[in-house]
């Protein structure tokens, strides 16, 4: 079993919809959380932090679950360019802070 | 600013060729990673660095893989006897103190 787990999708979403993605980890070691965002082919980048208190972000609401060992995010009033891969990580407090990245949900906004 | 590099951009191997990964972290930053990222995957912890010491290699995949920062800036992930599973995107990242990790584009590796 991996220690993230995603679902792959892919979600095809009409533009304005409201989406979330889910994510589960198994390590209660795990001390931080974020949602990072990939392009086709291009390097991941850091979409947002995740905390139990739960962080919006203009049209994006990221929530942790701590307990449950959970993690989402929802993205409402979907836009074209939103269209990515979206990976759930968490940072476990070792050397450097490594992170464990799950495989990735697909998201594609259709017009 | 100038981001993390890395070079060549795209490399093709023929099984059992070595090849050598570079990677240009951005100025100032302590801490250096490589992921391997194979497709439909995410990124995959390979090593990490912390200035010149290599503080964790628990993630290299086999006694093939070896990574060297000597000076503490620029470092180079070499593959020896490279094998058809080797095939994956090779991502360096850096990071100052607790700072996010910040992503080079990349290296894509096939090996045919």
């Known amino acids: 079993r991996k220690e993230v787990e995603q679902d792959p999708g892919p979600f095809n979403v009409p533009e304005g919809a409201t989406v979330a993605f889910n994510c589960t980890y198994s390590?209660?070691?795990?001390?931080?959380f974020f949602w990072y965002r990939q392009d086709c082919r291009k390097e991941p980048k850091l979409l947002m932090s995740v905390y139990s208190s739960g962080n919006e972000d203009g049209r994006f609401t990221a929530q942790l679950n701590r307990a449950s060992q959970y993690i989402s995010l929802l993205i409402r009033d979907s836009k074209l360019s939103d269209s990515a891969t979206y990976l759930c990580?968490?940072?476990?407090?070792?050397?450097?802070?490594?992170?464990?990245f799950g495989a990735g949900t697909i998201l594609r906004v259709k017009s | 600013g100038a981001g993390v590099s890395q070079s060549p951009r795209y490399k093709v191997a023929k099984r059992g060729q070595d090849v050598a990964l570079r990677c240009d972290p951005i100025?100032?930053?302590?801490?250096l990673f490589w992921y391997q990222q194979a497709l439909g995957q995410g990124p995959e912890f390979l090593t990490y660095?912390?200035?010149?010491?290599?503080?964790?290699k628990s993630g290299l995949p086999s006694d093939r893989f070896f990574a060297e920062r000597p000076e503490g800036s620029v470092s180079t992930l070499k593959i020896q006897r490279t094998q058809q599973e080797d095939s994956a995107v090779y991502l360096c990242a850096s990071k100052r103190g607790f700072d996010e990790q910040y992503f080079g584009p990349g290296t894509r590796l096939t090996v045919t």
């Open positions: 660095f912390q200035n010149e010491a290599q503080l964790d």
């Open positions: 100025s100032g930053h302590v801490s």
């Open positions: 390590n209660s070691a795990s001390q931080s």
């Open positions: 990580v968490v940072n476990r407090m070792e050397y450097g802070n490594k992170l464990v």
